[in-house]
């Protein structure tokens, strides 16, 4: 096992968490003072947004040097003091790799575009002389985008981008293009980071008749790139496949064991909100029965919410419409092919319910991933453009701008009568024993304490109301049964062994037994 099976993941945006020199932006000092917190609630690896320079066009994604630190956030310095002092206090860190496009401001389209056609410099972007090419593939940012080609009137020809148009996509099948960004793996990785997020590494390479996705071309090169990693770095850096696809597509980002260590489980996400929405585990039972077993060494990233909108690209047109009309009623809400908003306000900031995905999140087996603020149960703010919404600065007091900066932030921070800031923050739920936050800390507690939650095998359960998920998680003699009721009605489980209830403390009786609506145990089975 590596630290990556054990660990509980925090994402964050070093923009949104802490301005530590009052300009407003979030930056590495702030974040770095804020470790400690981290710490207290139970994390174990903070996964970083983009923090390089950037225009912002697509909130950093769209880089335009990959080696530095944009000057907003702090220096390279201030980076690998951040790196310090994280892995003094045990913490692992995971930064992007942004490796299938670049920003059209990157100095590599700039030389790209000035220099002659068939040239190794123009040739590390895809270029053509029609916008027909690679018609197969599906347009991704179906809100903003019309084609996957954009004229470019330097280069006198068409470039190919699976996002927006101003990010160009890297050509994989120039030799310069995948040397150079194995450079670029190497830098950060020389600097300490544990891990590296391949973000939309589906797309990496194009091919006629094909929907440009998941190509085996994709996969020689991620076993290229994980040799090279191993070898260089040996067996405990880890590689994160953003690979949106479904199972067996997104299984395949594992390889034999000697491709990526993790993937997130994308169609795991909406049929956990889907579950709930119908009151049924059925949407779960699902994708669970059509999800392959994958490598021991590997894992999935299991999470409910994430920077970008929750996606329903892997899911059913009849189960999208279900999902839209259940928690997406204010149609600002839809953005591309999903839902811009945050954990609390799609669950109607109603506690047991945010607390009973959390608890499936945090006893479910894979590698959980809490996106920032969900602990307290932050809203968003469906005002703001694409998916800013979302990424509001973190909520630390009632002081002003939530105590995030002493200046005027970036972006407004969330000032709305329910989950304003004044009232929504860290300060005062930690002072409260019945908070989200406390609640959302002692889960991540357990899970640290009991290897079982961390490391068991699994045996789900089929009980005989449809409304409860059931399974067992099971190492080294121990079995915790967790048993979750997704309806709004009470839920009877029946023949129950018994044992003792982690969550509320106490016995917890064999036999029959009634959960409340939307109620959860985790029950220490007596061996
Ligand atoms: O998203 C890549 C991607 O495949 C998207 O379709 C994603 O699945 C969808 O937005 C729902 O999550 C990554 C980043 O997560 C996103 O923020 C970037 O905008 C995108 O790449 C381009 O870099």
């Known amino acids: ?75 390279l310095e201030d980076f690998a003091r951040f790196v310090d002092r994280a892995h003094r206090r045990g913490l692992k860190v995971i930064t992007e790799f942004v490796l299938n496009h670049t920003s059209d401001r990157h100095p590599w389209f700039q030389r790209a575009r ?19 090419r690679y018609g197969d593939a599906r347009i991704i940012f179906t809100d903003s985008e019309t084609s996957n080609w954009a004229w470019d009137p330097v280069a006198g020809a068409w470039y190919w981008h699976r996002f927006y148009a101003h990010q160009p996509d890297l050509n994989y099948d120039n030799p310069a293009v995948r040397q150079a960004v194995v450079e670029v793996a190497d830098f950060w990785l020389d600097l300490g980071v544990d891990g590296l997020r391949l973000d939309a590494v589906p797309y990496l390479y194009e ?10 071309e994709t996969h020689a090169f991620l076993k290229d790139l994980r040799a090279h990693v191993d070898a260089r770095y040996g067996g405990d850096r880890m590689l994160l496949a953003e690979a949106n696809q479904w199972p067996v597509d997104a299984a395949a980002y594992f390889g034999n064991g ?68 259940a928690y997406a009623t204010d149609p600002r809400a839809k953005l591309n092919i999903g839902i811009r908003r945050r954990l609390a306000p799609l669950l109607g900031d109603d506690s047991r319910r945010i607390l009973l995905l959390f608890s499936l999140l945090l006893s479910m087996p894979g590698t959980p991933f809490v996106y920032y603020g969900d602990e307290i149960g932050m809203g968003d703010d469906l ?33 709305d009568a329910v989950y304003g800031y004044r009232r929504r923050n860290v300060a005062a739920q930690r002072q409260d ?81 009634t959960l409340p609506p939307y109620g959860v145990r985790w029950i220490l089975e007596d061996r």
């Open 383 to 415: 005002d703001l453009p694409d998916r800013n919404g979302v990424r509001t600065p973190m909520q630390w007091s009632d002081a002003p701008h939530g105590g995030f900066t002493t200046a005027t932030p970036y972006m407004p921070v969330i000032d």
């Open 1 to 75: 096992m590596s630290w990556y099976h054990d660990a509980v993941v925090y994402e964050t945006h070093v923009r949104s968490f802490a301005d530590g020199n009052g300009d407003g932006y979030g930056d590495f000092a702030g974040l770095t003072d804020k470790l400690d917190y981290l710490v207290d609630l139970g994390i174990t690896a903070i996964w970083l947004l983009p923090f390089f320079p950037s225009p912002l066009r697509d909130d950093g994604y769209d880089v335009s040097d990959y080696t530095a630190v944009d000057p907003r956030y702090g220096t």
């Open 207 to 216: 091919r006629d008749g094909t929907s440009c996705e998941n190509l085996p």
């Open 114 to 132: 000035h220099s002659p056609a068939g040239s190794s410099e123009r040739d590390f972007y895809v270029w053509s002389d029609t916008p027909d």
């Open 258 to 325: 000697d491709e990526c260590h993790m993937n997130y489980h994308f169609p795991l996400m909406p049929r956990m909100f889907l579950a709930l929405a119908r009151g049924r585990r059925d949407p779960i039972d699902w994708v669970l029965d059509r999800t392959p077993p994958i490598p021991p060494s590997c894992r999935w990233g299991t999470f409910l919410r994430n920077h970008d909108e929750l996606t329903l690209e892997m899911v059913t047109d009849a189960e999208r419409r279900e999902m839209y009309a």
């Open 433 to 513: 024993p019945g908070s989200l936050w406390n609640a959302v800390r002692r889960l991540l507690h357990l899970r640290r304490d009991h290897p079982a939650l961390r490391r068991g095998t699994t045996v789900w359960h089929a009980p005989d109301d449809p409304a409860l998920v059931s399974f067992s998680r099971r190492h080294d003699g121990v079995s915790i049964h967790v048993v979750a009721n997704l309806a709004a009605r009470p839920a009877t489980i029946q023949g129950d062994r018994g044992g003792i209830d982690l969550l509320g403390g106490g016995p917890s009786p064999t036999g029959s037994w």
